[in-house]
């Protein structure tokens, strides 16, 4: 499917309600499900990777109703789980299969995972070393897709440095030492998402976090209902749209404000965004609120190598924004962002320059060159079917006066398969097949 844009507005005023955060979705069942009983899960997003989850944990045993954004959960608990569920297929979703990774291992589980083609590019080596460490049996094409785990005993606890910054080996490692053994200790070079401690905390598990190191063991789980946040990452291409338009206000409500998560915003303010958050409450352990954005002038930054864990998924948006900045924006050190759904920094570069804008991968750092301003021109972005590169250059489409296409737009199902009815304020824009 591709998407046209055809024409772009300006003076846009609007408050919008977001679909639940992705990385809290899939939290909500894989960690949420390992307590026994009965709890609902409300604002539930309906993107492809959230559902790949959903999928999973049901194979697991999980009876879980949907009635529209709300899922109605019944687990048997780990202890109850479906020793030999097969096949999982966690499609696009690398927190799917990582995450679950840790379930399966911890809970000794016989099952093969699969992917889609990209998930089945991505390195797996950093769950299976670890796993592995501490007493799992899993098989693997070279550290790639399939996985196949085999039956073993309970797992060990691990004392782990972790040699990558990425929340979603720590979040499986977490799982697996929940599972385990003993105490579970990880320490973090530069800080990642923080979800997973937040729900087992919610959920009553034995864990503590100070700076930099997380321990857990076992313990009794208390199921509780769980609200999923506006998702703040896809906030961020509403917000993106915002700045670089004409006299546009938008506001975002409900929206997650976990303050790893809002980086990105804390950089916007660095450019210069004309951007506020204001926190209104705690909803299971997490910070929700409301965003204000305006139209903005904004100026190139130097964003340092241990502020790039916290914003990975927001550097194709930022870079975005960083065309239209005053001056030149450098992400140091961003290869970690080769191992996506895309090599993003190819996507990145290769689609900025199909706007007419340069770009710069170098000694590992991504340079954006700025002061551009609008163009008038026929723009065909290939998002390399991943969902966060097509949705940043619809963004940057506000840019254009001539038509934008992209390309394979449905990728985009996989986090946020409402954009159309979203992006409609700032565009008239159509696809065809
Ligand atoms: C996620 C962690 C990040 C992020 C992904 C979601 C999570 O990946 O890119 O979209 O929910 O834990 P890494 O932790 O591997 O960097």
Redesign the pocket.
């Known amino acids: 499917m591709r998407l046209i844009v055809n024409e772009v507005r300006d003076n846009v005023k609007q408050s919008f309600n977001l679909p639940g955060d ?2 809290i979705a ?1 939290r909500s069942l894989i960690i949420g499900s390992l307590a026994k009983g009965r709890y609902k899960i409300e604002n539930f997003p309906m993107g492809l990777d959230c559902l790949a989850t959903l999928d999973c944990v049901r194979k697991l045993g999980v009876n879980a109703e949907m009635k529209e954004n709300t899922i109605f959960v019944n687990s048997p608990g780990y202890e109850g789980f479906n020793k030999y569920p097969g096949i999982l297929d966690a499609k696009n979703s ?2 799917t299969v990582r995450l679950m990774s840790g379930v399966l291992a911890g809970c000794g589980i016989k099952a093969s995972f699969i992917g889609d083609e990209s998930l089945s590019r991505r390195p797996m080596k950093r769950i299976i070393n670890p796993l592995e460490k501490m007493g799992a049996k899993i098989k693997s094409c070279e550290g790639l897709l399939p996985l196949k785990f085999e039956e073993n005993s309970k797992l060990k606890d691990i004392n782990y440095q972790m040699p990558v910054a ?4 720590k ?1 499986c490692l977490l799982i697996a030492g929940f599972l385990g053994e003993g105490e579970t200790v990880i320490k973090e070079q530069s800080p ?2 923080d ?1 997973s401690e937040r729900m087992f905390k919610y959920i009553s598990a034995s864990i503590n976090k100070e700076d930099n190191i997380i321990k857990i063991k076992n313990s009794e789980l208390k199921c509780k209902d769980i609200y999923v946040p506006g998702d703040i990452s896809t906030a961020a291409f509403l917000i993106a749209t915002a700045i670089i338009s004409n006299n546009c206000e938008l506001v975002l409500e409900n929206v997650l404000l976990n303050p790893g998560r809002k980086n990105y915003i804390d950089i916007l303010k660095d450019m210069g965004a004309n951007i506020e958050v204001y926190i209104k409450e705690k909803v299971n352990e997490e910070e929700i609120g409301i965003i204000k954005v305006k139209s903005s002038n904004i100026h190139g930054i130097t964003i340092s190598s241990e502020r790039i ?1 916290n914003i ?2 927001e550097i194709p948006i930022l870079s975005v924004i960083s065309a239209f900045a005053k001056g030149t924006t450098v992400f140091e050190e961003v290869d ?1 962002l080769k191992y ?1 759904e895309s090599n993003r920094i190819e996507a990145i570069i290769d689609n900025l320059k199909a706007f007419g804008v340069k770009s710069q991968h170098i000694n590992s750092n991504l340079i954006i060159y700025g002061d551009n301003d609008y163009i008038d021109a026929e723009v065909t972005v290939n998002p390399k079917k991943d969902h966060r590169i097509a949705l940043s250059f619809l963004a940057m489409a506000a840019k254009n006066k001539g038509k934008t296409y992209i390309e394979n737009f449905e990728c985009t199902e996989i986090s946020f398969p409402e954009a159309i009815d979203y992006f409609k304020c700032f565009y008239d824009l159509y696809t065809e097949q």
């Open positions: 992705k990385s899939h690398g927190t990425s929340a979603q080996v979040s990642t998402r979800h864990p990975i998924d970690e996506k």
